[in-house]
């Protein structure tokens, strides 16, 4: 790649036709993350190789590597999500301009989805603010994305039962998910503050907010773990609860996350498989009946009753 002093200037030209892209992009209701994100790569594509000439950009996108910062001062191969990435946003530019061009894909291997612990998730809310911590506990409760979050109107929320209506994005499908006592009055408060229509910050400030917080939290525990979960992982996280809570239940994972292609949940499921599969259980014995409501509370599960009359009950334990 070449250096800064050698990066090509944005001609008037080529920038009017990203300008028409992005236009295009928002007017067929695409959101504004997903808008900036395409003028970021069409940009940095355009300071490197000519839009105009997609074989050239096909080249530039194969031999591509990352930009040397003072962070990140060495430069590697872009990986090939990355790539695939260029690719879609180019092809977006392609499409508006009427331009022709052989799209390349380049495979990548499916990786198991990380699930942050419990604790992990927990100690990065804890040291939110109160209107944040909200909004994170949202983000884990109902399983949705910071910009499907940051579209929810007032009106999309029933007061009285405690409902919220989540309008699918990215080809996820609708849905209205009840809270539990506890967020619904975490929500209450937080709408006696924030009295805007769309009460909710874009998903940029959610995502900035939640990388602040989180770096907080990892130096005020001494946890660089923290430092590891994007805020798109609260989705995972929220599968694997309704995952341990439905007991292993596919349907209930697909409809919480509201994929329409069973594949697409199969990708998740893999995910909490591998979870589950290293995870460690605790249990407790009883044999007085009165026990079995608060062990069920606290997510115990009955296993089997010895000869002896000890009922025996198993959860998984919350890492530490």
């Not at 790649?1 to 920038?15: G, R």
């Not at 028409?20 to 790569?41: M, P």
């Not at 050239?56 to 695939?84: C, F, G, M, Y």
Request: charged share 25%; proline share 6%; with cysteine.
């Amino acid at each position: 790649m070449e250096t800064l002093q050698e990066l090509k200037p944005i001609s008037q030209q080529i920038d009017a036709k990203i300008a028409n892209t992005l236009i295009k992009l928002q007017n067929n209701g695409k959101s504004q993350g997903t808008i900036h994100s395409t003028e970021r790569s069409l940009k940095q594509l355009a300071r490197h190789c000519n839009l105009l000439d997609p074989e050239d950009v096909k080249h530039h996108i194969s031999i591509a590597v990352t930009e040397k910062t003072p962070q990140n001062p060495t430069q590697r191969p872009l990986d090939n999500v990355t790539k695939n990435k260029l690719v879609q946003d180019y092809n977006r530019f392609c499409t508006t301009n009427q331009m022709q061009w052989e799209r390349p894909y380049y495979s990548v291997v499916e990786k198991i989805i990380p699930i942050p612990t419990p604790d992990n998730v927990q100690a990065i809310i804890n040291n939110a603010s109160k209107s944040y911590a909200t909004i994170f506990t949202l983000l884990v409760k109902i399983g949705c994305n910071p910009s499907e979050l940051a579209d929810i109107t007032r009106d999309d929320i029933d007061q009285e039962k405690w409902t919220v209506t989540i309008t699918g994005k990215k080809r996820h499908l609708s849905g209205k998910y009840k809270l539990k006592p506890q967020v619904a009055q975490m929500l209450k408060e937080y709408l006696e503050t924030h009295k805007e229509q769309k009460p909710f910050p874009c998903s940029h400030a959610i995502s900035q907010v939640w990388i602040d917080t989180r770096k907080r939290a990892a130096e005020k525990l001494s946890n660089p773990e923290l430092l590891k979960i994007p805020v798109k992982n609260l989705r995972n996280y929220s599968a694997s609860r309704i995952y341990l809570e439905s007991k292993n239940s596919f349907m209930a994972v697909m409809q919480h996350l509201r994929h329409r292609k069973y594949d697409t949940t199969a990708h998740y499921i893999r995910g909490l498989v591998a979870m589950e599969e290293t995870a460690e259980f605790e249990t407790k014995m009883t044999k007085d009946e009165k026990d079995i409501p608060t062990l069920q509370d606290q997510g115990y599960d009955y296993q089997f009753t010895t000869p002896q009359g000890t009922m025996v009950f198993k959860r998984r334990k919350i890492p530490t």
